[in-house]
């Protein structure tokens, strides 16, 4: 079955603008969380949806925010972009809620904010 | 504090070598969930293992291995016999029951042909 699908792959934002990012889950998945990778900070958990519902938010400023569908699908969205937020932001489903559940991870959206 | 420390960074061996990525835990939960993730050149990372916190037995799948220790807050993984297929970033992970997911900061392994 399809794997999880983030999009777009790549983009490039200025410093000011805001920024949506998508992700589908595979199917069947209800939970959906995203992260965001950089060198100096590593991995860090930004926010966990399932069932519509956040379950569980990172500690990020108010300008990061998810949203997840009907159909599992989730957004992200960064507003104010500050050059910091350039990163590997990364979306990861799994078919129970994440306390046991293993994470399937999709290739990434790169973010580059000049 | 939930706190999961790779202490190795960067780590070259030559191939057919083993090789130990260590991970140290903190936390003062008793349920918790551990785990170690695979991220090659691709970016995509990939889940390997879970280890609940009552399961404290040692888990050997093919070339792969982990040793789960709750007396040192450890959950070291071992390659045996090391292939370039395993060149990878690999990151520990710590999940407290009921709250959010950490990640160590990864140990990026090198194996030399």
């Known amino acids: 079955k399809a794997g999880v699908t983030q999009t777009p792959r790549y983009l490039i934002k200025t410093r000011g603008q805001q920024v949506t990012l998508s992700c589908s889950p595979i199917?069947?998945?209800?939970?959906v969380s995203w992260y965001q990778q950089t060198p100096g900070q590593g991995l860090q958990f930004l926010f966990e949806?399932?069932?519509?519902?956040?379950?569980n938010k990172g500690n990020f400023p108010g300008r990061f925010s998810g949203r997840q569908f009907s159909n599992s699908r989730s957004e992200m969205n960064v507003s104010t972009l500050e050059l910091g937020d350039s990163a590997l932001y990364l979306c990861?489903?799994?078919?129970?809620?994440?306390?046991?559940?293993?994470?399937?991870f999709g290739e990434g959206s790169r973010l580059t904010v000049l | 504090a939930q706190k999961v420390t790779q202490a190795q960074t960067e780590i070259s061996v030559v191939e057919k070598e083993d090789v130990t990525l260590d991970c140290v835990y903190e936390?003062?939960?008793?349920?918790?969930?551990l785990f170690w993730y695979k991220q090659p050149p691709s970016g995509e990372l990939v889940f390997l293992i879970r280890r609940n916190s009552f399961d404290e037995q040692n888990e050997i799948s093919g070339r792969y291995s982990w040793n789960f220790q709750k007396s040192t807050s450890s959950f070291n993984f071992t390659i045996t016999a090391s292939q370039v297929v395993d060149s990878a970033v690999y990151f520990c992970?710590?999940?407290?029951?009921?709250?959010?997911?950490?990640f160590g900061k990864g140990t990026r392994l090198h194996i030399l042909p």
């Open positions: 199917s069947g998945h209800r939970s």
């Open positions: 936390t003062r939960d008793t349920t918790y969930y």
């Open positions: 949806y399932f069932s519509e519902t956040q379950r």
């Open positions: 992970a710590l999940r407290p029951e009921g709250d959010k997911i950490i």
């Open positions: 990861a489903s799994s078919s129970l809620t994440l306390n046991t559940g293993e994470l399937f």
